[in-house]
C-alpha cells in the first residue's frame, strides 16, 4: 500500500512539474513573440508543415476510405446510404482531420523539435547561445511555435479534402453513391462551422506539439539515451495533452 502511495505520489508530483514547466515556457514564448524572426519562421513552416503533409495525405485518404467501406453497410441497412458523404465530411472537419493530423505532427515533428534540440543541450550549444546574448526562446523555441500555429491548419485543410476525395472514391466506386447524393449530403449536413472550429482545434494541438517538443528538448539529460528518452517522452506527452485538449475543444466549440 505503501509502495502504492508513493509511486502515485510520484506521477502527481511529476505531471504538476510538468505541467507548470510547460506554462512558464509558454508565458516565456509569448513575451518573446515581439522579437520574432520571419526569416527563421518560414523556414521551420516549409521543414515542419510541407515535409509532413505526404504522410498526413496518405494515412488520412485511407482512412476516409475505410470509413466510408465499414459505415455504408450499416447506413444501407438503416435506408440512410444517401448521408455517406455528410457523414465522411462531418467526421473529418471536427474530429478526425485535426485529430489524426495532431498526432502525427506529434510522432515527427515534436520528435524531430526534441531531438535537435535536445542535441543542442547536451552539447552545450544553447549555452553558446546564451554567452552570445541570444536569448535561447527567441531564437529556438519562437519559430517553431509560430510555424506550427501557423502550418497546422493548412495541413488540416488539404488532410480534409484528401479524406473526403478517399471517402467519394470508394461510395461511388463499391457503395453505389452517386457523385450528386455524396456531395449534396455534405452540404445538407454540414456547416461553415464545423470547418473552422476543427481549424481551431488544430492551432491548439499544433501549440502543444511545439511547446512540449522544445520543452522536452531543453531538459535533455546528457548522452544519446537521454535525448532519446527526452523524444520518446515528447511524442507521448503531445499525443496524450492532444486527446485530453480535444476533450474540452470539442464541448466549447460545438456546444
Known sequence: MINLCNW?????????????RTVQLLL???IQLRRINFRHVIYQMAHLGVDT???IFMMIVFTGMVMVWQATPALARAGAQSTTGGLVALAMFRELGPVLSGVVLAGRVGAAITAEIGSMKVTEQ??????????????LVVPRFVACILMTPIVVTFANL?????????????SNVGPYTFFYSIESFTEFADFYNGLIKSMFFGGIVAIVGCLKGMGAKEGAEGVGNATTSSVVTSIVWI????????TWLFR
Open 8 to 20: 502515485l505520489g510520484r506521477i502527481i508530483l511529476d505531471f504538476l512539474e510538468t505541467t507548470g
Open 28 to 30: 516565456q514564448t509569448v
Open 53 to 55: 503533409m505526404p504522410i
Open 126 to 139: 544553447i549555452d553558446a547561445l546564451r554567452v552570445m546574448a541570444t536569448n535561447p526562446i527567441a531564437y
Open 162 to 174: 484528401m479524406g473526403i476525395a478517399g471517402g467519394f472514391f470508394v461510395a461511388t466506386t463499391h
Open 243 to 250: 486527446f485530453v485538449m480535444n476533450y474540452f475543444l470539442s
